[in-house]
């Protein structure tokens, strides 16, 4: 998938050429560049900036001074590459696309991880990301510190407000989910969404799900449902958290927060390409 995504972003910037350097930059000219840090953070893509720059050219020579996950401050520089001009100045905006916006979700949620330690609370994204770059999205998650829910509509049976009403009610809807995992011999956790104590207490009274997600509920009411959930069930908390509320939900006892503003409100983290020498052999 990583590999797939890169290919068609390559495809997407450079077309038929990057007319730019093919223009001005003669064919056997070598360069150097740095990528520099230019606000404080924690850093993500590195490993797919050395992929990216290989994917193109396989000559270039990557040297990695800071890795995925660490914390980085305003002047660092995280690596440098070494190679065919060209290939550099042609790779540059996809590393730092990537780089810039993986680093954003990173910093992000390593902020909102760091508010909940020692409450035993996981932090998840969900699949409100960009579409065709999701992997990328999820991987920095993962490396702030967070956990990814389900990647996409294939690997967890979720039972949101529209299924629960297209269905016909909760009893249906659950009854049909497990009988479709039955028919099909697929091993899915099911998860279902309740946005009252009603619904909660209907879910509970027909059982057969995995996961209760409480949506939009505030954390005192999550305090009384947790005293009625059997600890047979994860429960998540979703709906309008922010960094300013995600501790008192953390502290009710659910098992996850998952929170959308990961992956799609979230800051870049702002960094450059500069290069650091030029010559033609």
């Avoid at 800071?66 to 401050?73: A, C, N, Q, Y």
């Avoid at 810039?100 to 020692?118: C, D, F, H, P, Y």
């Avoid at 999205?137 to 049976?157: P, S």
């Amino acid at each position: 998938m990583i590999d797939e995504i890169i290919q068609n972003a390559l495809r997407e910037d450079i077309g038929d050429g990057d007319h730019s350097s093919l223009s001005c930059i003669p064919e056997d000219a070598k360069g150097s560049a740095k990528l520099l840090v230019k606000a404080d953070g924690i850093i993500a893509g590195v490993e797919l900036a050395e992929r990216i720059f290989k994917t193109f050219d396989s000559s270039l020579k990557f040297d990695r001074f800071i890795s995925d996950g660490e914390s980085v401050k305003y002047g660092d520089i995280a690596f440098e590459i070494h190679g065919s001009s060209r290939s550099i100045l042609s790779t540059e905006r996809l590393v730092l696309n990537f780089m810039q916006r993986m680093s954003g979700i990173a910093t992000q949620t390593n902020s909102l991880v760091k508010k909940i330690e020692g409450t035993g609370a996981k932090l998840l994204d969900t699949r409100k990301t960009t579409p065709g770059i999701r992997y990328m999205e999820k991987w920095a998650v993962r490396i702030g510190g967070g956990f990814n829910h389900r990647f996409a509509l294939y690997d967890m049976i979720m039972l949101k407000d529209n299924h629960v009403d297209y269905a016909g009610g909760i009893e249906a809807a659950i009854e049909r989910a497990n009988d479709y995992l039955k028919v099909t011999k697929k091993e899915l956790k099911i998860e279902i969404e309740v946005r009252n104590e009603e619904e909660l207490e209907t879910v509970l009274e027909v059982g057969g799900v995995d996961r209760i997600m409480l949506d939009n509920f505030s954390p005192q009411r999550i305090v009384e449902a947790l005293k009625t959930i059997p600890d047979i069930y994860e429960v998540e908390a979703s709906g309008g958290i922010t960094s300013d509320t995600i501790r008192d939900y953390a502290e009710t006892g659910v098992d996850f927060i998952s929170v959308g503003a990961l992956t799609h409100s979230f800051e870049s983290l702002d960094m450059s390409l500069k290069a650091t020498f030029n010559k033609t052999t």
